[in-house]
């Protein structure tokens, strides 16, 4: 829960440092989801409306729910025989920073992979 308060603290001072629009905080910050929060997104974008702190508040409430209900987080994982070792799961989850683009974006997209 803790790191994403952080994560959205972080994404909230890039779009304000950035002057991001406001009504395009909510789809550029989505684009860092994985296919499980892609699909809570589609079930609760109708009730966010494109609103950034309505967004916060459900995306905060969605964490708890996982965090209180830890076997709907990844039941593909609930055997300790399909877990990936660490190196190939930063291999294939991490996108490497080669030093083309913002290093912020890059930082951020990190970011919320761990939370995933």
Same mark, same amino acid.
């Given at each position: ?23 395009? +905080? ?31 508040? +459900? ?58």
């Amino acid at each position: 829960m803790i790191q994403i308060d952080q994560w959205l603290s972080v994404l909230y001072k890039t779009f304000e440092d950035l002057e991001y629009p406001l009504l395009h +905080r909510v789809l550029q910050a989505t684009t860092y989801y994985n296919d499980e929060l892609q699909m809570w997104y589609e079930t609760t974008k109708h009730e966010i409306h494109n609103d950034w702190f309505s967004f916060c508040d +459900r995306l905060k409430q969605h964490a708890l729910d996982r965090q209180m209900n830890p076997s709907t987080v990844n039941p593909s994982l609930s055997n300790e025989n399909d877990i990936l070792s660490f190196e190939c799961l930063i291999d294939t989850k991490f996108i490497k920073y080669l030093d083309i683009g913002y290093a912020r974006d890059w930082l951020l997209q990190t970011m919320w992979i761990t939370l995933t």
